[in-house]
């Protein structure tokens, strides 16, 4: 089978050679031993989190996953460049700007659950199956009004309100001022809250016709 | 400036507050920071590192986020959750100082043994302290034993550095509620797991106390009666501690100019059990038991094998010379 660009340059890269065969290929730093266990704590304490930035911008899954790895390759050739205690911050707000830019690259489809409770309902009757399915629906559903926002509003709504940044953090991830982004916050959960509420007029309205 | 109540976070939960909670609760797989990991060319042994470090972060999260929020409820969930964290770090913390104690009592006793000055060669560097500090003289000796106390007690020593309250350390992200920042090398499962190159040095792995054979330290040549003094200090996963054995016996032979012996180790235990934290660290071994012997070929292919899964970072640059230089 042909090796694949992307593997290509994968294998380059790890044995420190030239995809096209000629000298070193260095894209990725070497790290020292302390900035290598900088990052494993990076990682290990914060991969849920910016994987999570990738999934309610809509990524699927893999991609989400992918987004994230990207998100710390970043922020491993800018480690001396981002302060103790600020980790999150940054590594949030790398991912947010790769996220819109994948969702916007790739057109990704979103997934699809039905909101509408009554149509899956577990067969079992299992309480955790139960609990398992509203859970997902929600997600589907709070992923589906979110995608239906602005960019802006987005990524401060779900930095703030998903994953606890405050709004100093959030002003510092995405680079604006700590005034515009609880500006953005207010109208984020102005759009929020409306969406619910034609989302919940909806619903109600199709359950009532036969 | 002001920070709104958060959606999740309010009282009465409501169906927005539910949304954003569902948000917050989704996980990915496991294996993906593992994914991450070796795609960052991090170690598992750094990562496993990582993750001992911050075992007492979620348990500090979670308390403090209930307590932010006022509910009564989420604060007995928080506390449940965080009991067993809690637990954890007292045993750790009993465990260390159990065993500083015993090797004071026990450096005390050769000491008194040798009738020399405090010298006390292969103990850990917070012995090492503790024992060649000076005593200072005053005409009131128990003004003088008082402060000796006292400023015996005062460094950081690197065992007490684990549990100590200093800005990095978990005791810390329990008042803050933020995750333990990394303390390089410090960490308990750094001095369990370590790198290839702590692995170098005589063995500085802590070893449960439990009497399992499972659980004994390497048996092998390098096995030293100070390895065993290192006994009961945190508990080790059986499997872990068979490989640190394995991997001591084969560098022990591989020292002793036994190549062979030291590759008949590593593919003996390849073979029955296999290694499952100590992967690279043994792909390592193996590469300089091969060069040892000859078959630089074989470990050209090994150290290919080992930097496409993810090699160490201090390694990186010498395998890579090899992988580039293989005949």
Known sequence: MPMSDAMRLETSRALGTDPHGSSDFADFPSLTAEQEHRLAWMLNAHFASVWRAGRRVGLPNAQAEENAQEAFAIAARKLDRIAQGR???????????????????????I???????????????????????????????????????????????????????????????????????????RRARQDFSQKIGRLSARLAHSREEP | MNQPQRLKAASALGHEGRLMASGSEEMPNPEAIHR????????????????????????????????????????????????????????????????????????????????????????????????NRPRPKADNPGVASATSVFQDAVPVTAAARVVSPSQDSPAQAMVTGEPAAPSVGLAPAAALVGHFEDLESPAVLPIPSQTSTDLLPSQGPGATPATATRAGALPVDP???????????????????????????????????????LRKEAMLVRIDVLLALGRRKEAAATARQLLLSGAPATQRARLQDLVRNQP
Request: aromatic fraction near 4%.
């Open chain 1, 87 to 109: 980790e999150r911050a940054f590594l949030l707000g790398v991912a947010v700007r790769l996220a819109a830019n994948a969702r916007r690259r790739l057109a990704t489809r």
């Open chain 1, 111 to 185: 997934e699809q659950v039905a909101l509408d409770p009554l149509e899956h309902e577990a067969t079992d009757g299992a309480p955790l199956a139960e609990e398992l399915l509203a859970r997902k629906q929600q997600r589907a559903l709070l992923d589906r009004i979110l995608q239906s926002m602005s960019d802006v509003l987005r990524e401060v709504l779900m930095l703030y309100e998903i994953e606890d940044l405050s709004l100093p953090e959030i002003a510092e991830a995405l680079e604006i001022p700590e005034g515009t982004a609880a500006s953005r916050l």
């Open chain 2, 36 to 131: 991450a990991a070796r795609r960052l060319s991090i170690s598992a042994t750094v990562l496993a590192s990582a993750v001992a470090a911050t075992a007492v972060a979620p348990a500090a999260t979670a308390a403090t986020s209930a307590v932010t929020s006022g509910g009564i409820g989420t604060v007995g969930t928080a506390i449940g959750k965080a009991t067993g964290s809690l637990l954890m770090m007292s045993v750790v913390k009993g465990t260390v100082i159990g065993l500083s104690l015993g090797i004071t009592v026990f450096a005390g006793a050769h000491l008194v043994r040798s009738n020399e000055p405090a010298k006390v060669p292969n103990l850990s560097p917070a012995v090492s302290i503790v024992l």
């Open chain 2, 239 to 277: 499997r872990l501690a068979r490989e640190v054995a394995s991997l001591d016996q084969a560098r022990a032979y591989a020292k002793s100019g036994n190549a062979t012996g030291a590759l008949r180790e590593l593919n003996g235990f390849e073979a029955s059990l296999g290694y499952f934290a």
